[in-house]
C-alpha cells in the first residue's frame, strides 16, 4: 500500500523532531560536561599552563578536520540517501582516515617548532595526535556511520561518551596527587581516549556489521572529499589559529585566558550546532532536488536560533565576571575579553546555517573555496594585528573573516536561487 504523501511527509517531520530532541538532548548534556572540563582544567594548570596546553591543542586542531579527507561528510552524503553503500563507506573512511592522519602526524612533528617557537613541547604533541587527531576522527566515523543510517541515539551518544571519558580522566587526574602539567594530563587523557577509540571500532563492526575495504581509495572523489575536508578545516582555522600564535607572539598567560573566554563564547554555540546536525540527513535528501527546498527546511528554525544566539552572548558576558573567582584570579582578562567576543554566536549561528545549505545541495566546492579564501584571510590578519594589539587584534581578524564568510555564502545562495528559478521558468516556457 502506497503512504500517502502529506502522511509521508508528516512521519518525517516527527522523526526530524525526536533525532533533533535526541541529538539536542545530547549536545546540552556535552555542553555541560565540556564547563566541567573547562573549568577544572583551567584551575589545575592556571593561566600559564592552560594557555600552553591550549594553544598546541590548537595547532593539532587547524589540521584536525583533514584526518579524514571529507570521507565523514561523504559517507553521511551517500548513506543518507543508498543504505546499501554503508559497508563501503565504513571501508573507505576507516582507510582514507588512517593513512591521512599518520601523514598529518608527520607533517605536525615537522611545523609545531617553527610555529610554536620556544613554547613547543614534543612531550605535549605527541599525546595530542593520539587524542585529538586520530581518536576523534574514530569519534566523528561512529557518529556519521550511525546518523546516516538514523539510529540517532548511538549517534547522539558518540560525541557525548568523549565528554564523559575526558571529564572522567580529568577527576582521575587530578585525584591522583600528579604534579599537575600540560605534558603528563596530555599522556593521561590520551590513554583513556584512544581505548575510547577502539572501543567504538569494536561497536561499529558489531552493530553495523560487515566493512568492506575493497576499492576503499578509489571509491573516495579526490577534489569533493577535499571540499569537504577543506571546509570542515577552514571553520577550525577562525577559532583556533588566533591561539597558536598568541602562544607564540603574547606568551602562554595571554593564550590561556583569551582561551578560556573563547571557549566560554563557543559553549553557546554547541545547541546550534546539534540542532543543525540533526537537520543534514533531511537536507541532504531536500538538497538534491534543489537549494530551495534545504532553505525551506532552516528557515523553519532559523529565527528562533538567532534569537538564541543574541541572548545567550549576553548571558556569557556576565558569566565571565564570575568564573575567574572560581578558576583563578589569573584569569581575570577574561571578562573583558568575552565581552569583545559577545557578537561571535551570531555570526557563527549565521553562516553555520547558511554553510549547512550550501554543503546539502550540491555547493560544497563553492562553500570550500569561500571558508579557504576567509581561513587564509584570518590567518594573515591575525599575523599582522595580534603583533601590533594583542589579544584585541585576535578579535578583529576573527569578527573580519567572519562576516566576510558570512556575506559570501549569503552571495552563492541567492545566485543559485537565481539561477533555479531561471531554469524553472524556462521549463514551464517550453511546456506551453
Known sequence: MKIPTKTLSRLRSDADARSAALIGGADVARLGLQAVYFLLLAATLGAAGFGLYAGTVALVVLVQMLGSWGTTDLLLKHVSIDRGQLSHWLGSTMAVTVVTSAVLSVVLLAVAPLVLGDSYSLRLLLPLLVSDLLALRVV??????????????????????????????????VSTNIDPSPESWAAVQAVFLGLLAVGYLV??????????????????????????????????????????LLLRYEGDAVAGSYTAAYRLISFAFVPVSALVVSKLTSMYRAGHASISE???????????????AVVAGAVLVGLARV?????????????????????MPLLQSSHRILGAVLMTSGEVHRRGAAQVFTAGANILLSIILISHFSWQGAVMSTYASELALLGIFVAVIVRRRRIEAAELLAQRAALR
Open 203 to 244: 561497536h561499529i563492526r558489531r552493530i553495523l556489521g560487515v566493512i568492506t575495504f575493497d576499492g576503499a581509495f578509489r571509491r573516495v572523489p579526490a577534489g569533493e572529499g577535499f571540499a569537504f575536508a577543506i571546509g570542515s578545516t577552514s571553520e577550525t582555522v577562525y577559532g583556533d589559529a588566533d591561539k597558536a
Open 323 to 343: 568564573i575567574p573567582e572560581i578558576i583563578g584570579e589569573d584569569f581575570s582578562d577574561m571578562a573583558v575579553m568575552t565581552l569583545a567576543l559577545a557578537g
Open 294 to 308: 534545504s532553505l525551506d527546511i532552516v528557515r523553519r528554525y532559523a529565527g528562533l536560533v538567532l534569537v538564541y
Open 140 to 173: 566523528e566515523i561512529f557518529w556519521a556511520a550511525f546518523l546516516s543510517v538514523d539510529r540517532v541515539v548511538e549517534a547522539a551518544v558518540a560525541r557525548l561518551g568523549w565528554a564523559v571519558v575526558r571529564v572522567i580522566a580529568l577527576v582521575v587526574y
